[in-house]
């Protein structure tokens, strides 16, 4: 990847420390850093992030992994049909959104969202929002790598290994 920036994507899905935790271990993705995205209150923090969702940055290397598949794993490993909500965490700051950076990864994200519609891989539509990127605010030191710290902390999020969106619909 010499002379070659690395591309970004950014998602919430609820709680951010197993989103990090899962992500870090694809192929492919460079680094990850949770924080804060698709709100209005500038210098988020965990005390005081008003409308932001907990977010995941990743950049990833694009000759390794497309953003087509960060998508597809991000609706394998959180439930994108409860609205505000993963697990047992409850509230807008729990909900499922893709911030997307460019028209490109706008379309692609809508389009991955209509596959996983039409799967019926859920028990209900998908509800995730599709919004603009703004500022994402890091996350405190101690919410960053927080499940290599405690392995044994909370998640509520897992790969599904029967979850496939059916042939001709990945790309």
């Known amino acids: 990847m010499a002379n070659r920036q690395a591309d970004r994507a950014v998602f919430a ?3 951010f ?3 990090q935790d ?3 271990r694809l192929p492919g993705v460079l680094s990850t850093r949770v924080g804060y995205a ?13 409308d932001h969702a907990e977010a995941i940055e990743i950049l990833y290397d694009p ?4 953003y087509r598949r960060l998508l597809e794993y991000f609706f394998q490993i959180h439930d994108p049909s409860t609205a505000n909500r993963q697990g047992n965490d409850i509230g807008r700051s729990y909900r499922s959104a893709i911030y997307y950076a460019d028209d490109t990864q706008k379309k692609v994200a809508l389009d991955t969202i209509a596959d996983v519609d039409a799967s019926g891989l859920w028990p209900g539509p998908v509800v995730t929002e599709v919004e603009p990127l703004g500022d994402f605010w890091e996350a405190e030191p ?4 927080y499940l290599v710290k405690y392995p044994e902390g909370y998640t509520c999020h897992f790969p599904r290994p ?3 969106l059916p042939a001709g619909e990945q790309a």
């Open 13 to 15: 899905g609820g709680c």
């Open 17 to 19: 420390w197993g989103m």
């Open 22 to 24: 899962l992500f870090r």
């Open 38 to 50: 698709g709100g209005d209150t500038p210098n988020a923090t965990y005390r005081n992030h008003g």
């Open 63 to 66: 000759e390794q992994v497309g």
């Open 142 to 145: 101690e919410h960053q790598d």
């Open 162 to 164: 029967d979850w496939r």
